[in-house]
């Protein structure tokens, strides 16, 4: 089982639509979590980080269940400049190197 | 936050020969990471860079093929040997800095390599 695992893309969305990525990872001692955008040709970016009570920051919430070992990315009113690939990192539990997600593409259509 | 410089942006090269990719950060950072990412797939640490010290590397990823140096706390290198199409990747460098409540990590622009 690999330790980050993300869902499967690419999304396909109208603008306006409201899009959701989960992100599920294996270390239970896992401390850290993060969204992180990569437009193509570019280098990765942080976009949120992901705290245990929530954080919304504009159209973007974020959302972690340490229960069930899962991270959530919600995007409401997709914007065409959302469009990129969204990573989850995940870092802590025994190592200081973060560890990503394969990414989930996010297209916005017109 | 960190600012790092990293090139060549990109270039094409011949199988058998060497490239290597230079990392500059505006900052003084202790470690350095070096990781690569193939079409459609995830980031793949290829090792930590440490100044003064050899570089840790991870499973899959051996010096020779590899060698980091790390002359300074702000600097490092990464050579590709001996290259074959299967070394065409992006390749970035980051670095960790402190952020409120939380560690960053800043990557440098990446360097796109193609073997042929």
């Known amino acids: 089982r690999k330790e980050v695992e993300q869902d499967p893309g690419p999304f396909n969305v109208p603008e306006g639509a409201t899009v959701a990525f989960n992100c599920t990872y294996s270390?239970?001692?896992?401390?850290?979590f993060f969204w992180y955008r990569q437009d193509c040709r570019k280098e990765p970016k942080l976009l949120m980080s992901?705290?245990?009570s929530g954080n919304e920051d504009g159209r973007f919430t974020a959302q972690l269940n340490r229960a069930s070992q899962y991270i959530s990315l919600l995007i409401r009113d997709s914007k065409l400049s959302d469009s990129a690939t969204y990573l989850c990192?995940?870092?802590?539990?025994?190592?200081?190197?973060?560890?990503f997600g394969r990414g989930t593409s996010l297209i916005v259509h017109p | 936050s960190a600012v790092i410089s990293q090139k060549p942006s990109r270039d094409i090269c011949q199988r058998g020969t060497s490239l290597t990719i230079q990392c500059q950060v505006d900052s003084q950072v202790t470690m350095m990471f070096w990781y690569r990412q193939q079409p459609g797939q995830s980031l793949t640490l290829i090792a930590t860079?440490?100044?003064?010290?050899?570089?840790?590397?991870e499973s899959g990823f051996v010096i020779d093929k590899f060698p980091i140096s790390r002359p300074n706390l702000t600097f490092s290198t990464l050579t590709v040997s001996n290259m074959s199409p299967e070394d065409s990747s992006i390749y970035l460098c980051?670095?960790?800095?402190?952020?409120?409540?939380?560690?960053?990590?800043?990557f440098g622009q990446g360097t796109r390599l193609t073997v042929v």
């Open positions: 992901v705290y245990s």
């Open positions: 980051s670095v960790d800095f402190p952020g409120t409540g939380h560690t960053e990590a800043f």
């Open positions: 860079a440490n100044q003064g010290s050899e570089a840790t590397y």
């Open positions: 270390n239970s001692a896992s401390q850290s």
């Open positions: 990192v995940v870092n802590g539990g025994g190592s200081y190197i973060p560890t």
